[in-house]
């Protein structure tokens, strides 16, 4: 009797020896099945409701398939991607996408450190400060949205012009005039939070007993934060940008409130909501779906690795 | 060795921590220190407003000078309860509690075993599996709800809750997996090794070891969960109407009205966010962990 799993495993009270290998995995089939059977119901039920519905949405891709013509319904080849291609909306919205993307993703990593780095200090209401840091990301999207779209932007009634009108300046109608920048103003306020979080419990995992003798040796504080904090951070400011960039991709909420996709800010997610209910072409929204899969798993590809290796860092523990 | 190593390192910690902390000026210390308190005051004054204009009248709401210190009033609560457009929050409300608390549990029911399989007894391709999991997250919801929607229609199902619950559970899933998973790795395993000794089946260790030792966490991956279904606007919007209609498709009711009904749609705003700021206060200290899908503890 060895302190080791793998020794008590074989040694289990069902009194018959199991095989294990070298890792100390079970080799006997009913053995492996008695480890996956707690999984199995998970598994299951993801396989179901997440990825059978994008087989469905790859066979419906080669269809022509309309809910105005209903008549006109059979095999459509590769003419829905080729229309998709061609269509010069949803080339702008993939630019969208892409602008608003990492726009928000930068200036709230910025912005996250910043306010990370001020958070990591002792001051006095330091728990009330971090608190309130957090509070925009626990408000519901679509009420941050209503919030910032009318008791904000309003060129009459908001806040903004209104305190302007208490120094004498003259607003101007922000969504009108800034639309995707209004947009990215409001997420920017929202997912500040989420990567001061992280980026916060980066730096409280730096070794203090390091950065002291640093200290004691000369270095400056700006040497200290770009020669030892930075490099230290880089993988908190990989993952949280990461998450962020994973939701923020899928934004709907914040575009379909303040602009309703008008004025050139209709992101991908947008688009398709519009090609599925207003012009309820099943055929063009499918190929549409399975182009913006393609497009993530090309870009998640690259960004799962960075994941990987925090998990095998984790496994090796 | 590693005595004789660490004897001088303490010591020059615990020289280095005095001028450490005066090498710093008083000024620079309490300069950020206000720094702070500014920088937190201006991300919680959107919400300060929210709720500020929420008690006013829709008179002074709208008035295009911030009216600070008018009187307050429950005036924009009483219309957004339907005192005068006679639309009914309520079972919206209903609907979103209803949709976010059972697909939590279902999350859990299905996340808890899952976790276990995948850290304490892991199955040989557990970090294919944990992949898997994670790699749905990265597929854009958006591309699956068309399918979903077909199907809904086709099987009669548009309108009803329990379709919108039974696509929140997948969408947290995997969250929850990881989450949880990143707490059974804390458990020490001699525990495990104790329990399978006492002769402990899987429901036993998982009852009388596991679930005390997780319950924060469980807890926390549960509000974590609920904040997220309860936040979901996109396919509460497509696939229910008006009946299983949740409280953010309510709220999209206030898209168009131009800057009108300001005090209302305030309070609109606040009573649909409180549960979901409730719920975060409460998981304050494991948020990070959660939303970082257990990668940050």
């Known amino acids: ?317 | 060795m590693t005595a004789v190593a660490a004897a001088p390192r303490t010591r020059r910690v615990r020289a280095a921590s005095a001028p450490g902390r005066t090498r710093e000026s008083r000024g620079t210390r309490l300069g950020l220190g206000l720094a702070a308190w500014a920088v937190g005051l201006l991300f919680v004054l959107p919400l300060v407003w929210m709720v500020l204009t929420s008690f006013h009248s829709e008179t002074d709401a709208a008035s295009p000078s911030p009216q600070v210190f008018a009187p307050l009033t429950l005036e924009g609560y009483r219309s957004f309860f339907g005192a005068e457009s006679g639309a009914n929050p309520w079972p919206t409300l209903i609907n979103s509690l209803w949709a976010a608390g059972v697909s939590t549990l279902v999350v859990i029911l299905l996340a808890v075993p899952a976790a276990y399989a995948l850290s304490v007894k892991p199955v040989r391709k557990w970090s294919d599996v944990m992949f898997f999991f994670l790699s749905t997250k990265f597929l854009p919801a958006v591309a699956g709800l068309m399918p979903l929607y077909l199907i809904a229609g086709r099987l009669q199902i548009l309108d009803n809750i329990w379709f919108l619950l039974i696509i929140y559970a997948a969408m947290n899933l995997p969250i929850a997996v990881w989450m949880l998973r990143s707490f059974l790795v804390d458990i020490p395993p001699a525990l495990f090794e104790a329990a399978s000794l006492d002769g402990a089946g899987l429901m036993t260790t998982l009852r009388s070891i596991i679930l005390p030792i997780i319950s924060p966490g469980v807890a926390a991956t549960a509000l974590i969960c609920f904040i997220f279904a309860w936040n979901e606007m996109l396919f509460a919007r497509v696939l229910t109407g008006v009946t299983a209609g949740t409280a953010p498709v309510f709220l999209t009711g206030f898209v168009t009205s131009q800057g009108q009904f300001l005090a209302q749609v305030c309070a609109a705003a606040t009573i649909v966010s409180l549960p979901v700021l409730i719920a975060g206060f409460a998981a304050q200290d494991k948020l990070v962990q959660g939303l970082s899908m257990g990668a940050v503890k």
């Open chain 1, 1 to 317: 009797m060895t302190t080791t799993a793998p020794a008590v495993e074989r040694s289990a009270p069902t009194m018959r020896a199991s095989q294990t290998d070298a890792q100390g995995y079970p080799t006997e089939p009913r053995a492996r099945w008695v480890r996956r059977a707690p999984l199995v119901p998970a598994f299951v039920f993801m396989i179901v409701v997440t990825q059978l519905p994008f087989v469905a949405t790859l066979v419906i891709s080669f269809f022509r398939w309309s809910a105005f013509r209903p008549d006109d319904r059979g095999f459509a080849g590769f003419s829905n991607y080729v229309e998709v291609f061609v269509d010069a909306d949803l080339r702008a919205s993939v630019l969208t996408t892409i602008v608003l993307t990492v726009s928000v993703v930068l200036l709230s990593l910025v912005f996250g450190l910043g306010v990370a780095l001020l958070l990591n200090r002792r001051f006095f209401g330091r728990g009330l400060v971090r608190t309130m840091i957090i509070a925009p990301f626990l408000v519901v999207p679509v009420a941050a949205a209503l919030l910032f779209k009318h008791a904000i932007y309003n060129p009459t009634f908001g806040l903004i012009n209104g305190v302007l009108g208490w120094f004498g300046l003259e607003g101007v109608d922000w969504i009108t005039q800034f639309p995707l920048g209004s947009i990215i103003f409001q997420l920017v306020w929202q997912w500040t939070p989420f990567m001061t979080l992280i980026l916060l419990a980066g730096l409280q995992s730096r070794d203090h007993e390091v950065l002291e003798a640093a200290g004691l040796d000369g270095a400056s504080s700006w040497q200290m934060f770009v020669f030892m904090t930075l490099p230290h951070m880089r993988r908190y400011l990989e993952l949280a940008g990461l998450l962020g960039a994973i939701y923020i991709v899928q934004n709907f909420d914040a575009v379909f409130t303040i602009t309703s996709g008008s004025l050139g800010t209709a992101n991908l997610p947008y688009t398709i909501y519009q090609t599925l209910f207003t012009a309820q072409n099943y055929g063009l929204a499918s190929a549409q779906g399975v182009l913006v899969v393609i497009g993530t798993i090309i870009v998640s590809t690259f960004a799962l690795r960075s994941v990987s290796s925090l998990l095998k860092e984790e496994a090796s523990r």
